[in-house]
């Protein structure tokens, strides 16, 4: 093995460096710093407003950073759209769910994937339609998703189960980042468990890491191992979520000093 290729190895699957994001003037992302380990579960915090979704889709190429730097495995990468993004095997669910309402459950888990088929699928040739299928059934399954039927179109569909599909599509394609911007907040209990049971197996199961913005504080306990808190475009605080830091967790996203609490 040459030294790159341990140096590539050993650096994280994401990094983010002195990213700044403008829209006009507004100024959405103000120099932030992330890394992302192998098989991490990291929560990305902060009130409404913070930059947390404009992160994660210059993270996916939806937007462009201003300036700054991403890297994968070490190495840097310009995405200029979630294409790009999708080739290195990064899926997300946005908060504004990017479903096509008029197409049914089967041909919104496929579309866009069928062009930039996940690495794992590639030697497969012309059976990779058949394998992505499969594989996104199996893990559709794994999620418990009731849906009404798999023909169904899903402008039809509840929230709640357009969310579903939604989750079941990223985590059936992604292979090293899946990104979930507040995956549960239309979900009911029991598909709230089955995302959250799936978050916590997918790490140790397909090696894949995954960013999770949530509000949900209990959530971000259970299954993160480390959260970043943003405020304001920058990130404030960084720390291992648990019961006990939880108070200061809240503290940090609302902007609390800690004499204020
Ligand atoms: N497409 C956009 N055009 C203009 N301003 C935007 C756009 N997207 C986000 N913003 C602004 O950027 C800031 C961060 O927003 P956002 O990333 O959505 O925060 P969060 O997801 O943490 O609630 C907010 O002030 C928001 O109004
Ligand atoms: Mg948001």
Redesign the pocket.
Known sequence: MSDAQRSSESAPVLEIRNATKL??P?R?LNGVNLELGHRQVLGLL?D????????IKAITGVHQLTSGEMLIDGKPVHFKSPTDAREYGIEAVY?DLALFDNLGIVNNLYLGNELTRPRRFRALGWLDRKAMEKDARRRLETLQVHLPSFSASVGLMSGGQRQAVAVARAVAFASKVLILDEPTAALGLRETRNVLNTIKELPEKYDISVILISHNMDHVVEVCDRAVI?RQ?GVVGQLEPTEETMAEMVSLIVGATKQEV
């Open positions: 829209f006009g507004v959405a902060g409404n407003g913070a930059g947390k979704s404009t992160l908060q943003m475009g």
